[in-house]
């Protein structure tokens, strides 16, 4: 089973639900159908095309994905719950891991910027580093 992983998840099981997927996905970022000319490189008729009734390739199914910002997965059926329930336990709480990964990386980021520093005072002074 094919799955596009976006913010809204959608399992998916045939061609016209991966394409309303790609259009969920783009008009979730925000994206007109000619801003994907600038992101993958096709003209925004092909897109359109595309993204109405198109059959596209796995590499073109690779960078539609690439350029909304998400990734292609095939899921074994076994695993497919486990993964649906974490999906959905992420658009249930968004930002929350993300919150905590940013917090932890700001604080290791403060820590090595006061490291160098005291090992180095002169540091970026210049511009060179």
């Known amino acids: 089973m094919l799955h596009v992983t976006v913010k809204a998840t959608y399992v998916i099981t045939n061609m016209s639900s991966i394409l309303q997927q790609i259009k969920r996905r783009r008009l979730a970022l925000g994206l007109k159908q ?3 000319m600038l992101r993958i490189g096709v003209s925004r008729q092909q897109y359109q095309r595309l993204e109405s009734k198109g059959n596209p390739r796995l590499d073109t ?3 539609l994905a ?3 910002n998400s990734e292609l997965m095939l899921i ?3 695993k ?3 993964v649906m329930a974490v999906l959905e336990q992420e658009s249930l ?3 929350k891991e993300h919150v905590a990964l940013v917090e932890k990386s700001s604080r290791s980021a403060k820590e090595d ?3 160098s520093l005291s090992d180095d005072p002169w540091q970026g002074l210049l ?3």
């Open 61 to 63: 199914l690779e960078l």
């Open 66 to 68: 690439k350029g909304l």
């Open 127 to 129: 511009g060179g580093d």
């Open 76 to 78: 074994p059926r076994e």
């Open 93 to 95: 709480e968004p930002n």
């Open 113 to 115: 910027i006061k490291k």
């Open 80 to 82: 497919l719950r486990a």
């Open 34 to 36: 000619n801003d994907m």
